[in-house]
């Protein structure tokens, strides 16, 4: 099989879900979105530091987990007492700011991208989506910081508006909302 068939093969392949499993449902919508903002766009390249700073924080809690479990095994309970407690206080301030991270900073974003403009400038990209547990609507944000400002823009549709009746994300729609959202906020930029 040569690469142009493979290729040609992956996009024919089509995601289908269960419709009625909300989770799943904004799950894919997700990676909808995100293929949708990447595939098209060469000069925006994906950043990971909301990613990287909840895999930090998770690391270290696990790391006071098993300094707390390996002190305990070399020196027995009335002797680790004091280590182990501080392990604990530890652990719990760890999963504290996690909570706060994922909560404040992350908000929903599934999706970051660096764009470097022609003059040198930086501009930052972000995608985040909510979806209430039983509620049909998706809501999208696109949002674009640069150095003097933050502009964002939102779609608020029914998933039925991506989704067909046998669960299959119909990419082709979620592209066009991208692409809209997309060049609102691009059109915005140039006009200032």
Partial sequence: MSKKDEKSEQFDE???INKWDGTAVKHALDDAVKNALFATRPHLKEQ???INTRLILCTLAVGVAVMAHGWDFTHPFPESKPVLMFCVV???ALMGVLTLHTTFREKG???VATEKMPNGERRL???S??????DDKYTLVLSIKDAKSLKETSSVKSCANFIDANGIVLDNHIANEVNR???TLSIEKKDK
């Fill in 125 to 127: 990209w972000e995608a």
């Fill in 14 to 16: 089509f995601v289908k």
């Fill in 129 to 134: 989506s909510d979806m209430k547990k039983y």
């Fill in 181 to 183: 959202l997309y060049n």
């Fill in 90 to 92: 530890g652990y719990f």
């Fill in 109 to 111: 974003t599934f999706a």
């Fill in 48 to 50: 990971f530091g909301l």
